[in-house]
């Protein structure tokens, strides 16, 4: 399985260049004439697509390793294993999918970018671990919640505890999902 940044489910398993293509395609929505406009009809559409029907049957050259690293926006390592895996030969890279899809040109970014990019990376992170210990919490609360006919009242979700963990939306979120399993309060002014 191919993710929209052309990585593959297994982290350590280099895509193929087919799958690298297809995702590049899928991604931008190019047609394989667009595509090979990207790169000034240096490599043909006619053969990305071929490239993406049928495995390489020998290294493609120098050049049109350099012409998919531009139009794929991916280092020409990544390029290099990513025909190599195409061509059968088990590659694997110990490298994040992250560093292996990262633009050419990288390396010529200021200290100044490095520690932005790096900040904002670090920041996302945090952001995705909260959210799971928020989405855990909430699993946890409904495998903890008595069946619908059980005679024991439902243990409320700290919904404090969600806000303080992520944003007080995503507590809501939760609130909201347990108002509805729940079913309507019962309203007050009615008679009984």
Same mark, same amino acid.
Request: proline share 8%; with cysteine; hydrophobic share 40%.
């Given at each position: ?38 790169v000034r009809d240096e490599i043909q559409g006619s053969r990305l ?35 190599a895996a195409g061509m059968g030969i088990p590659v694997r890279d110990?490298?994040?999918? #992250? *560093? ?8 010529? /970014?200021?200290?100044? $970018?490095? %520690? =932005? ?34 005679p024991e009242p439902a243990r409320q979700f700290d919904y404090g #505890? *969600? ?8 507590? /809501?979120?939760?609130? $909201?999902? %347990? =108002? ?13």
């Open positions: 399985m191919v993710d929209h940044a052309g990585g593959t489910a297994d982290g350590s398993a280099v895509p193929t260049i087919a799958e690298l293509l297809t995702s590049y395609r899928d991604r931008t929505g190019y047609s394989y004439k667009d595509m090979a406009r990207k697509q071929q490239l993406v029907v049928a495995p390489p049957k020998a290294f493609p050259e120098r050049r049109t390793i350099e012409l998919l690293a531009e139009l794929l926006e991916m280092p020409t390592a990544t390029i290099v294993l990513a025909c110990s490298s994040s999918e #992250l *560093a292996r899809t990262l633009p050419p040109g990288t390396d010529k /970014l200021t200290v100044e $970018d490095r %520690d =932005a990019i790096r900040t904002i990376t670090r920041a996302l992170i945090e952001a995705r671990r909260d959210e799971m210990a928020i989405i855990q919490a909430w699993q946890q609360q409904q495998a903890d919640r008595p069946p619908i006919n059980s #505890l *969600a806000a303080r963990r992520g944003t007080p939306e995503k507590a /809501l979120m939760f609130r $909201d999902v %347990d =108002a509805a399993l729940e079913g309507p309060d019962p309203d007050p002014d009615a008679e009984s």
